[in-house]
């Protein structure tokens, strides 16, 4: 398992403990070392910053004062710190939807950063109604949804049937802030191919059952990451489980269900592959 399931969820799926989205976390003070990174004195503090400086210049479509600056790590060690992901199958962002008590789609910066693109409905933030963030951006409200657990699963499913990643994100770690949506047009995708890891892989790889697959290649253009690969002699497709990051969004693709996920750690040749 990831470094986060040893340090934050005692051996278990970090992201499945309700202790990691408690109000309790949200509002202490942090440590010293975790002050060094995110300059913040509690979790609060810094997702209002990260708010104001990444989510709303994708709403009003202009630079906000502070865009750019939202985040401080500046080391893949500080980014664990202050805002790092991990990608999730279609299986586990339901569980965490069902953990969740309050869920709002918003436009993603990520988007506006790459494209231009204001109020592209990529994001889903945890409980940011509550903390009456909502209220202090009234140029916002059109572009806020706050969502009832069904309906947040169905835009999950369809953004999985489109080949989407899924990933959820920390606002100072271990406190879970949301869920995203990603594909090439996202900051954190850009900047694994560039060699600055802000995520790690799921805790799955994928697995073909050739006895199943028909050769169809439906489901390489899902893959975000270029770990498929067709064997014309064979008439089959076959995952590279040392690309593989484990999204299953190659899934949704296949017309024969020839293709499952397996935990990481059951394949020798990924098991160690998290960045």
Not at 20 to 47: G, I, M, P
Not at 80 to 99: A, S
Request: hydrophobic content about 35%; aromatic content about 12%; charged content about 25%.
């Amino acid at each position: 398992m990831c470094e986060f399931c040893t340090k934050h969820g005692e051996g278990k799926h970090w992201y499945l403990q309700m202790r990691n989205y408690a109000d309790e976390l949200l509002h202490e003070e942090l440590s010293q070392r975790q002050k060094d990174v995110v300059q913040a004195t509690t979790r609060f503090e810094w997702n209002n910053r990260f708010w104001k400086g990444f989510i709303m210049p994708a709403i009003t479509g202009k630079a906000w004062m502070g865009n750019g600056d939202s985040f401080r790590a500046t080391s893949i060690d500080d980014y664990k710190i202050e805002h790092f992901g991990q990608v999730l199958p279609i299986e586990d962002v339901e569980k965490v939807i069902e953990m969740v008590d309050s869920i709002t789609r918003m436009p993603c910066g990520c988007r506006f950063d790459a494209l231009g693109k204001t109020d592209q409905r990529y994001c889903f933030g945890f409980s940011v109604d509550k903390w009456g963030t909502l209220g202090k951006f009234p140029e916002a409200t059109t572009s806020l949804e706050v969502l009832e657990k069904e309906a947040t699963k169905k835009i999950f499913r369809s953004f999985d049937e489109e080949g989407l990643m899924h990933s959820i994100w920390t606002g100072v770690t271990p406190y879970v802030v949301g869920l995203c949506n990603c594909d090439r047009d996202c900051g954190a995708y850009r900047g694994y191919i560039g060699g600055r890891g802000k995520f790690f892989r799921a805790e799955y790889v994928g697995q073909v059952d050739w006895e199943q697959c028909d050769g169809c290649r439906s489901c390489m253009s899902q893959c975000q990451f270029g770990a498929m690969f067709y064997s014309s002699a064979l008439g089959k497709v076959y995952i590279d489980p040392k690309r593989c990051f484990g999204c299953g969004t190659c899934r949704a693709a296949c017309p024969k269900l020839s293709i499952s996920l397996q935990s990481r750690q059951s394949v020798p040749e990924a098991a160690n592959l998290w960045i």
